[in-house]
């Protein structure tokens, strides 16, 4: 496995994009695409099983890669559904990335990153893909994404501080899993270090370290991302949002979404 990256990664070429919930069809039968696809779980969870006997799990805001001519099926129930956020793709160094990559491998981003990358599919979720010429703009998100995952597939030789780095990242994506799971209930630095059996004091670390933040400007981060989907996708009332995603006061969580985003949560529909 190379050690470091290339100077220069090619320009993939995003072919279509979709958000679609899955037909039932497409855990029936293995099927192929010619292209790459690219899956972001936007409600519910799915099981990726590959003609191989393969299987990956995605839940909410996960995402998962399929190479160009991989024989799979979507599994999921079939009552609740799955909304998916689906790219097609080509991509000049997709042999050389899925030689060593997993369909799951944005899973183990650090958490700073995961951050990132959740922000870039709530930029091409907001983006109209009206004509080619704008698929000019998805192609550069989706470079931006792909540089990500590369990284992350590729790491360079790491350090002992890198290594300490990497378990602060994993201590936070922990973190980050259990704050999504338990988003409208009261959570602080304590419930979570609790739930991660370890000390106040090495959580506030890792999250400077690996989170680029404090412990609660990333809660609320989460809690923003949270809503402004909740009032865009699901048409929710601030009431209902504000409930959801932890505040009990709606004015004051339209207070924090304004000063988070710079508008009011009135203007996102």
């Avoid at 160009?68 to 790219?87: A, N, T």
């Avoid at 990559?101 to 922000?119: G, M, Q, R």
């Avoid at 030789?157 to 899993?177: G, I, L, P, Q």
């Avoid at 989460?222 to 006061?249: H, K, P, W």
Wanted: glycine content about 2%.
């Amino acid at each position: 496995m190379p050690s470091t990256t290339p100077n220069r990664l090619a320009m993939p070429r995003v072919i279509q994009v979709l958000r679609l919930f899955y037909a039932q069809r497409y855990s029936e039968k293995f099927h192929a695409d010619e292209n790459n696809e690219l899956l972001h779980i936007i409600d519910g969870s799915m099981k990726l099983v590959l003609e191989n006997g393969k299987e990956y799990s995605a839940a909410k805001q996960d995402t998962l890669f399929i190479p160009r001519g991989v024989r799979h099926k979507d599994i999921f129930d079939i009552k609740s559904g799955v909304e998916v956020f689906h790219l097609s793709f080509k991509w000049q160094d997709d042999r050389k990335f899925f030689s060593a990559a997993e369909p799951d491998c944005l899973h183990s981003l650090p958490s700073k990153e995961k951050s990132e990358l959740l922000l870039l599919f709530d930029m091409m979720r907001l983006d109209m893909y009206n004509s080619p010429e704008s698929l000019i703009i998805a192609d550069a998100r989706l470079a931006h994404l792909l540089a990500l995952a590369w990284r992350n597939v590729f790491p360079d030789m790491k350090s002992a501080a890198a290594c300490e780095s990497d378990n602060y990242s994993r201590m936070v994506n922990f973190a980050h899993n259990y704050m999504i799971a338990h988003l409208s209930e009261h959570i602080d630095i304590n419930s979570v270090a609790s739930y991660l059996h370890t000390s106040r004091a090495t959580l506030l670390r890792a999250f400077h370290q690996a989170g680029g933040m404090s412990f609660n400007s990333y809660l609320r981060s989460i809690r923003m991302q949270e809503a402004f989907y909740l009032l865009r996708e699901r048409a929710l009332n601030i009431a209902e949002c504000a409930a959801r995603c932890g505040y009990s006061d709606p004015a004051y969580f339209s207070r924090t979404f304004k000063n988070h985003f710079g508008f009011s949560p009135k203007k996102v529909n």
